[in-house]
């Protein structure tokens, strides 16, 4: 007999694991783990990419107003990235104007946000720090990529069910 023997799925709360549905306070938890994990690595990759002092939510705003080379509205920004406080989008993008990595123009009368030269070249070596440190590493693990997009679907499709959750909680 080992000694993990009767010690049930690894939670942060045992309480919450109680329920009918256990595997879902485990995957909660890796959530949470992989959720911290994710938002260390952004940041210091984005150092080691050169722009030091970005929080992950700037990260994020400059990968997405750079995606596909073209200025976003920030009613897309928040959108893509599930960000219903707008006022948390609008800060980032002041923020990395600020550093020279964003610029916001008008087309009528919508602000569109873009990325500089300078962000465009911050993308790309993140990138490069990226496929480096990371990528390569992941890949040494051998996970199927046919899995691994699986495994991204249902995250998305859960989010869904915690939104409609969150919505239903908030009418409470």
Sequence with gaps: MSNMEGVGPVVSSAHLADGALPALSELEFGMILAGHAFERWMVRCMTAAGEPGLASID??????????????????LCSVLGIEDTHVVVYAVKKLEKRGLLKSTRAGKEKLIGTT???????????AVREALLVESVKGLGLDPKAVSTVAATLRALSGHYDQAARSAASI
């Design 59 to 76: 990260v994020l705003v400059l990968h997405s107003a750079n995606h596909r080379g073209r200025p976003k509205r920030l009613s897309d």
């Design 117 to 127: 030269p300078k962000g465009v070249a911050a993308c790309l070596q993140y990138r």
